[in-house]
């Protein structure tokens, strides 16, 4: 099972990092990070840079297509390569799949119109323009497109992913490698559990 | 606050990038990456390179260290550059903290001698030879020496710590901005709820 995930200037790194840990762990996945030239590209936050190691046109038909996320996410969807590459690779994959605004880049390439999908809580209607049906779930399965919401949902994803494609106690292997038993000190994960101030202050930090 | 993640050969990148991305989206943290000379560091699956932007010695006094886990943490126990840098910086940390196994090299330069810390479940019991009390809590906490289970806990680790170093609605915040609602898909991300035959198969996956 071989995943791609595309690197674009801007992109969320714990988006793809967090799927990347859940299937790279999996016996038998690869994962390849592929941009229009390989090299390092820098995140949403300036500071770190992710290597792709190779170009989009070197994996043209990769098994499993994972888009993250992030502000450069805008320009992005105005990237032709990424696009016709999202495009002509989709027919071949088992999956095709996004984090956080991720599902817009999906859209944008025609991939989700009249699917339900899902994405980072601040952005979630405006999947209406493209297309696409906007859920409030964590995950969003749709035959093979599959959407998670923002950010650190990716990896509840990866696990949904990596049952489907083996069996769930391989699944649960890989959660328990990676300890991901989750315990968040506060409860404001999601716009309904976090307080109206909060989801103001959220708002203006990812603007 | 400055806080400076340590990149080592074969590092777990959730490690370094859960936390990262806690706390590099909180405002007024700058988060860098430092390694014994910058560039792109490899991962422990050895397809993800993170690039370091500073050396140690471009770092000497960052008010916070973040020393991931992975399967590169024996050589790095046997790094001098590396623990020298911990053994020097460390007094002027307002928190010294680790991730998985990222705690064995806290130990190994003598950080945590005679402190309560934990490390991935796998490798618990391990950090009594290195002269620490291991305590089997998701983060723990002893003085200004902080401390992760395995891989994914470092995510909550930076939650605590962004709580502690500005307020808890800020960190609320943020948990709503990475959207940190987790749905784990399977129970099994604890030693204590995977079944043996999961544990079995996780050791032979980490090894």
């Not at 888009?67 to 969807?77: D, I, R, Y």
């Not at 991901?180 to 101030?197: L, N, R």
Request: with cysteine.
């Amino acid at each position: 099972m071989h995943v791609a995930i595309p690197l674009y200037p801007r992109f969320t790194a714990l988006d793809a990092v967090g799927p990347y840990t859940v299937l790279a762990f999996a016996p038998g996945h690869q994962v390849t990070f592929v941009a229009e030239t390989p090299g390092p590209v820098v995140d949403d936050r300036g500071t770190l840079s992710l290597t792709a190691t190779a170009t989009y046109a070197d994996l043209p038909t990769p098994d499993v297509i994972l888009v993250p996320g992030g502000p450069g996410t805008l320009q992005a969807m105005s990237d032709p390569t990424l696009l016709n590459w999202l495009r002509q690779a989709d027919p071949h994959t088992r999956w095709t799949t996004s984090v956080c605004s991720g599902s817009y880049i999906l859209a944008t390439a025609g991939l989700l119109t009249g699917r339900k999908a899902t994405t980072h809580w601040a952005v979630l209607d405006g999947l209406h323009n493209l297309g696409a049906t906007p859920v409030a779930n964590r995950v969003v399965i749709d035959g093979k497109y599959v959407t998670a919401a923002g950010v650190s949902a990716g990896i509840d994803m990866a696990l949904t992913l990596l049952a489907e494609a083996t069996d769930i106690p391989t699944a649960e292997t890989v959660q328990l490698a990676i300890e991901y038993d989750p315990e968040p000190p506060f409860q404001a994960g999601s716009p309904a559990s976090a307080s109206p101030e909060i989801r103001e202050r959220a708002l203006s930090l990812i603007v």
